[in-house]
């Protein structure tokens, strides 16, 4: 595997950080329908990243093999590499759909919504929803 | 002793009735901190009240008293309980004790597997993809833990969604939520009446994430429309039966996240904690009764016994039992 980790002394909060960069990119990327450069992958993260940056970060999940990528004009569009979470889907596929004691230990995002709470909500997201996804 | 012991099961009651629906209006995490230290608090005042009402039973038992060398009508005369009392509190406390080693085996093992799980998921990243349509989002708690999150979840939310829903997970992992979980979860265990701490400690779990992804996305209304986005999108997908009955548990979350930040407050965490400084205090006293009572209890089986065989000296035999700041001049 990959050992990048020895090239940088780093620091714990530059290694959060890192991190979670790295998350934000995973998740724009399999957000997005379709490979994104990396110069699109930085235009849809929050705050103002280098341009380096995000290429680095882009090439170390690529070497770690997140990510596929191929030539788009002078330089890489990139995508994730699905399988591996095609394969993690699998194993927790059960849990989720079944639905087990060990449920437990996860704390969800959102808990599921009665048909009340939908109304709800809708009402409460249009009374100042004006951006969509 | 009479009223002290029962303190501690009271507060725990008025505890299940009023802290969960006070933490739910204030700031989310003092009021986590909150709920943890009432569940502490009053599960362990429960089964030192038990413990302490099942004893007073205990030692008017004639062949416990023999054992023990003390007068059992010395405690009778004492007054501790009825009998029928300290045997409900001694089945009590057995449920209590056998509930908590239960719940806390379980615990245990779905925490090993949790970890055990962050391990085996790809790559080595904070956050692991799942890649399945219906929208799922979760922590899981491990070394380090990680952020699951399937494909579905992600395109269903815009770019400042998505890093709000990432903000709000790792607010999870980082303040150790699992912990406060499983404290609760075991406090329930011991006894039942907590259990709505527990419901309203989940809720508030989930709000001191919300909060604190506001404070880094900068943004109060993108986690709204997030935290609203993602439920509404799962509830459409609903393919299994509902988990858990949370019922408005989301609409709370986002129209507190609509409205500005609650204010702290100090009132309720001063009420709170002078009924948790009373529930310890009663304890103490409770405990400080009871040994008074085996004390006299023994020197009166012991003065009792010199009278009976008068060839020895009362003292021989009853001064073990004195107090070290008893006389001792026999020495």
Request: hydrophobic content about 40%.
């Given at each position: 595997m990959d050992d990048r980790k020895s090239d940088e002394p780093g620091t714990t909060a530059g290694r959060r950080a890192r991190g979670e960069l790295e998350s934000g990119v995973l998740a724009t990327l399999y957000g997005a329908d379709e490979p994104m450069t990396a110069r699109q992958v930085r235009d849809r993260l929050p705050g103002d990243l280098a341009y380096t940056t995000v290429l680095?970060?882009?090439?170390?999940l690529h070497d770690k093999g997140m990510l596929v990528r191929h030539r788009a004009g002078r330089g890489y569009a990139y995508a994730p590499a699905r399988d591996e979470a095609t394969h993690t889907a699998e194993r927790m596929r059960s849990l989720l759909e079944h639905g087990t004691d060990r449920e437990a230990v996860l704390t969800r995002f959102v808990s599921e919504l009665s048909e009340e709470d939908e109304q709800l909500l809708q009402r409460l997201l249009s009374g100042?929803?004006?951006?969509?996804p | 002793m009479l009223i002290s012991v029962y303190v501690p099961l009271l507060i725990a009651m008025v505890l299940a009735v009023f802290a969960p629906r006070a933490a739910r209006r204030l700031a989310p995490r003092p009021a986590v901190w909150s709920l943890a230290a009432a569940a502490l608090v009053a599960s362990?005042?429960?089964?030192?009240s038990l413990a302490l009402l099942a004893f007073a039973g205990l030692v008017q038992i004639p062949e416990v008293a023999e054992e023990g060398q003390w007068s059992v009508s010395a405690v009778r005369a004492s007054d501790p309980v009825y009998l029928t009392v300290a045997g409900a509190a001694a089945l009590a406390l057995l449920a209590s004790v056998a509930g908590l080693a239960v719940a806390a085996t379980r615990q245990l093992r779905h925490l090993r597997w949790a970890r055990r799980e962050c391990r085996l998921l790809?790559?080595?990243?904070?956050?692991a993809v799942l890649d399945m349509e219906s929208p799922e989002a979760f922590a899981l708690p491990g070394a380090p833990g990680r952020i699951v999150v399937s494909r579905g979840m992600l395109r269903c939310l815009s770019n400042g969604e998505r890093e709000a829903l990432l903000a709000h997970e790792r607010a999870h992992l980082r303040g150790r939520h699992h912990l406060f979980q499983t404290l609760w979860r075991l406090?329930?265990?011991v006894n039942p009446l907590l259990r709505p701490l527990s419901h309203a400690g989940g809720f508030v779990l989930e709000r001191w994430a919300d909060e604190e992804a506001a404070v880094r996305v900068g943004d109060r209304t993108v986690v709204a429309h997030a935290v609203g986005r993602a439920a509404l999108a799962t509830s459409s997908n609903r393919s299994r039966p509902a988990l858990a009955a949370t019922g408005g548990a989301v609409p709370q979350r986002v129209r507190a996240l609509l409205a500005p930040p609650p204010p702290r407050r100090a009132l309720p965490f001063v009420a709170g904690a002078a009924l948790l400084v009373v529930c310890c205090a009663s304890l103490a006293d409770a405990t400080t009764d009871s040994e008074e009572m085996i004390e006299t209890a023994q020197h009166a089986a012991c003065a009792a016994a010199a009278t009976s065989a008068r060839s020895v000296p009362p003292h021989d035999l009853c001064c073990r039992h004195e107090r070290p700041d008893g006389p001792v001049q026999h020495r």
């Open positions: 680095t970060i882009l090439s170390r100042r929803a004006d951006e969509g | 362990l005042g429960w089964l030192g790809p790559g080595d990243t904070e956050l406090s329930a265990a």
